[in-house]
C-alpha cells in the first residue's frame, strides 16, 4: 500500500521538484530516508544558505523550487532570506519537519510550536496538515499558490510520522494561470494618457525581467520616444543599459528621485513599487505638474503607492498592449546619458577602478550577483547590461541572500544547460552571513567566481550615519578577516588580487575552472555618500 511518503514523491516528481535544497535532521529524516535516485538533495551547512540557493535556483529555471529546513531552529536560521523570498517574488515550497504528532500535545524537544505562525509574514501561505494523508494535496495547494502572482515563498509544516502512514488516492496534478492580462477598458486609458502626455517618462522594474518583457519594453519607449528610467534598487535589471534612451537608476529617497522625474507630465512605472526607498529624504513624491501610471500584478503593492493610479495585469502582457495601441510619438530623443569620467588604476584599486576592470574583462553572456552595499553606484556606473536575466540581488535589504544565490544561479545554469557564466560581486561584510554557500559551490563544483571587494568596514553604514548626523555608531570597521583562508577552509580556489591586469588574468582562470573561486580585491577605503 503507497505511504504519504510515496504518493508525495510522486507527486514532486510530476511537478518536475526533483532537486531539494536543505539541511537534515532527525524530523525530516523520515521523508528523506531511500531519497530515491532521480532526486537530488543539494545538502547547505545552514538553511540561510539553502533558501538563498533555492531563490536563485526558481528565479532562473522559472520554476518553483522546494526547501526541507529542520523545524522550528531550522526555520528560523531561514528567516532571513525567505524575508528576501518574499520581496523577489521567489516562488519556493518551504518544508520544514515537525515533531511526531503523538506527542506534540507534551511539546518535546525539537517542536514547533505555532509552526505556521513563525515564517509570517513573508509566506503567502503556511500550514501543517490536519491528517497525515493530507500531506500531498497540500503540497499541490502550496504549489499552486507559489507559482500565482504575485509569486512567493509558502510554508508547509510536516509531523515526522506522517510520512509512513497509508496514503489517501494520490491528488489529481493540477495547472494554474502564472500571469493574467489587465483590464482592456483600463489599459485603454492608460494607453489615452502615455498617447495624450507632453513629455512622458517610463520606469521599469524587476517584473519586466521576471516576465520576459525586454522586447516588449523596448517597444513601447521606442514608439512612445521616451527616456527610460530603471526603478530605484532593483532586484533585477529590466531594459538595455546602453540603449540610448536609458538614462540609469533611479534613486531611492523620495525628493531627490522625484527632482530626477522634473520635467515630465507622466510617470509610467512597470513591475516595480511606487517607489523603494531607502533613506528618508522627506520632499514631494512626484514633481509638481506630474501624473503617475503604475502596472503591477501585485494588488497590495497598488494599494500602498503614496501617489497614482494603477492597473493590475502581468507586466510582459501590459506592456505589449500598450506598445500595441501606441501610436508612434513625433518627439525629439531623450538624452544622452553621459559616459563616466576615466578611472585611475592606482593600488589600492577604488570601486570604480575594480569595476571598470571587471566591466573590461566580463565573460559575454555572463550574470552578476550583486550584494555589496556602499559599491552599489560604482557598480552600476561601470558594468553595464544589456540582456535579460544577467542581473541579480535581494530586493529586502537584507544581506546573506547573494552569495547562496550566486550558488543557485550557477547550479540553474548547468542544470537548465544554459551554462551561463557567474559571477558574484559580495563585500568583505556580506560575505560571512551566509558564507557557507562557498562549500555547497565547491561540492557541486560549479565555476562560479566571487568577487570580494575589501574595505574592512561596513562603508553603507558609514554613510548613512552620516546622512543621518548620528557620529559615534560602534561596530562599522572589520579589521582581521583573511577572506582568502576562508574561502580555502570551504574548497574555492582563491587569490588575492590588486591591479586591472592581475584581475583580468585571475578571472579568465578561474572562469575555465571546475569549481568555485574567490579573489578578494582590497580596494579604497574612503566612503561614497549614500545618494
Ligand atoms: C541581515 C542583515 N544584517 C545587517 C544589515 C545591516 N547592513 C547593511 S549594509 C551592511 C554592511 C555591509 O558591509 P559590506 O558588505 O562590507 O559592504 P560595504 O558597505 O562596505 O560596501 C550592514 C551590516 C543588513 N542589511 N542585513
Redesign the pocket.
Known amino acids: 500500500m503507497a505511504t504519504v511518503r510515496d504518493t508525495t514523491y510522486d507527486l514532486l516528481r510530476a511537478l518536475g521538484m526533483t532537486t531539494v535544497f536543505g539541511n537534515p535532521g532527525s524530523t525530516e529524516e523520515p521523508f528523506l530516508h531511500a531519497f530515491p535516485d532521480d532526486f537530488h538533495y543539494v545538502l547547505a551547512l545552514q538553511e540561510a544558505s539553502a533558501v538563498g540557493m533555492a531563490d536563485g535556483y526558481a528565479q532562473v529555471t522559472g520554476a518553483p523550487a522546494h526547501v526541507n529546513l529542520h523545524t522550528a531552529p531550522g526555520t528560523g536560521n531561514a528567516m ?1 532570506n525567505i524575508v528576501t523570498a518574499w520581496h523577489n517574488r521567489a516562488p519556493l515550497i518551504v518544508t520544514a519537519g515537525q515533531q511526531t504528532r503523538e506527542m506534540l500535545l507534551l511539546e518535546p524537544r525539537l517542536t514547533a510550536r505555532h509552526a505556521t505562525e513563525l515564517p509570517q509574514p513573508y509566506v503567502k501561505w503556511a500550514h501543517e496538515p490536519v491528517r497525515a494523508q493530507d500531506v500531498p494535496a497540500a503540497l499541490m495547494r502550496a504549489y499552486a499558490t507559489a507559482i500565482q502572482p504575485p509569486a512567493g515563498p509558502v510554508f508547509l509544516s510536516l509531523p515526522l510520522d506522517d510520512w509512513a502512514q497509508p496514503a489517501d488516492p494520490p491528488p489529481p496534478t493540477r495547472t494554474v494561470a502564472t500571469r493574467f492580462a489587465p483590464d482592456p477598458a483600463r489599459l485603454r486609458q492608460f494607453a489615452a494618457a502615455l498617447a495624450t502626455s507632453r513629455s512622458p517618462v517610463l520606469v521599469f522594474g524587476a517584473a519586466v525581467d521576471r516576465a520576459g518583457a525586454w522586447p516588449a519594453a523596448v517597444a513601447l519607449a521606442e514608439r512612445l520616444v521616451a527616456p527610460v528610467w530603471s526603478a530605484p534598487a532593483p532586484e533585477r535589471t529590466a531594459f538595455p543599459e546602453d540603449h540610448p534612451h536609458f538614462q540609469g537608476v533611479l534613486t531611492f529617497a523620495i525628493g531627490p528621485l522625484a527632482e530626477q522625474l522634473r520635467g515630465h507630465d507622466l510617470v509610467l512605472v512597470v513591475g516595480a513599487p511606487v517607489f523603494r526607498y531607502y533613506p528618508h529624504v522627506p520632499g514631494e513624491t512626484l514633481p509638481e505638474g506630474a501624473r503617475l501610471l503604475h502596472v503591477t500584478d501585485d494588488p497590495e503593492e497598488a494599494a500602498r503607492a503614496p501617489v497614482g493610479d494603477s492597473l493590475l495585469g502581468d507586466a510582459g502582457l501590459t506592456l505589449a498592449a500598450l506598445a500595441d495601441l501606441m501610436p508612434p510619438a513625433d518627439r525629439p530623443p531623450p538624452p544622452v546619458r553621459p559616459a563616466p569620467s576615466p578611472v585611475e588604476d592606482s593600488v589600492p584599486l577604488s570601486a570604480d577602478a575594480l569595476f571598470a576592470a571587471l566591466a573590461r574583462h566580463w565573460p559575454e553572456d555572463g550574470v552578476l550577483v550583486q ?5 552599489l553606484s560604482a557598480l552600476r556606473r561601470r558594468l553595464r547590461f544589456n540582456t535579460p536575466g544577467s542581473y541579480f540581488t535581494m530586493a529586502s ?4 541572500y547573494g552569495l547562496p544565490a550566486a550558488v543557485g544561479i550557477a547550479l540553474a545554469q548547468r542544470d537548465t544547460g544554459r551554462h551561463r557564466p557567474v559571477v558574484a560581486v559580495i ?5 560571512h ?1 551566509s558564507v557557507q554557500a562557498l562549500w555547497t559551490a565547491a561540492q557541486l563544483r560549479l565555476p562560479l567566481v566571487v568577487v570580494v571587494p575589501v ?1 574592512q ?5 558609514k554613510a548613512f550615519a552620516e546622512l543621518k548626523h548620528t557620529p559615534g555608531v560602534p561596530g562599522l570597521d ?1 579589521p582581521g578577516i583573511d577572506i582568502a583562508s576562508i574561502a580555502a577552509g570551504y574548497g574555492c580556489a582563491t587569490e588575492v588580487v590588486q591591479t586591472p591586469d592581475q584581475l583580468g588574468a585571475a578571472l579568465a582562470t578561474a572562469l575555465r575552472a571546475d569549481g568555485p573561486t574567490v579573489l578578494p580585491v582590497p580596494i579604497r577605503t574612503d566612503v561614497p555618500p549614500i545618494l
Open positions: 532571513g550584494e555589496s552595499p556602499s559599491n535589504g537584507g544581506l546573506g563585500g568583505d561584510g556580506s560575505f552571513y574595505n568596514q561596513y562603508a553603507i553604514l572589520l
